[in-house]
């Protein structure tokens, strides 16, 4: 399994930004996927989760309305849009993938994913 993610940078607060991730290596279409951020001195907590059909989402509280989470199983790619972007988003952000039954993951915001593949991460800086 293989994550790579891409297009982090700095943005000034009320711009936007979008993160991409490139998944190769299993079977992408039955997973469930997830972005998470860990910004410093703090524990990585999740931002968005999307089911393997693509139309199911959830979002933490936190970027609800903000953040958008997009998924192309055709090309394998895991995306995050995000806008009304805050000095409270900078972090570093990670693709992640669980390992377990798609419906098994927690989209709740309140469970780590303990089971899950996880891309290199990228930083986003917003000032």
């Known amino acids: 399994v293989q994550l790579v993610g891409s297009g982090g940078g700095s943005v000034q607060a009320g711009g936007s930004m979008i993160l991409s991730c490139v998944a190769s290596?299993?079977?992408?279409?039955?997973?469930?996927m997830a972005w998470f951020r860990q910004a410093p001195g703090k524990e990585r907590e999740g931002v968005a989760v999307?089911?393997?059909?693509?139309?199911?989402?959830f979002y933490a509280d936190s970027v609800k309305g903000r953040f958008t989470i997009l998924r192309d199983n055709a090309t394998r790619t895991l995306d995050l849009q995000m806008s009304s972007l805050r000095p409270e988003d900078t972090a570093t952000y990670y693709c992640?993938?669980?390992?377990?039954?798609?419906?098994?993951?927690?989209?709740?915001?309140?469970?780590?994913?303990?089971?899950?593949?996880w891309g290199q991460g990228t930083q986003v800086t917003v000032s």
């Open positions: 999307v089911y393997p059909d693509g139309t199911s989402t």
């Open positions: 290596g299993y079977v992408y279409k039955d997973k469930c």
């Open positions: 992640a993938s669980y390992r377990g039954s798609w419906y098994a993951c927690d989209t709740t915001f309140t469970r780590p994913w303990l089971n899950a593949d």
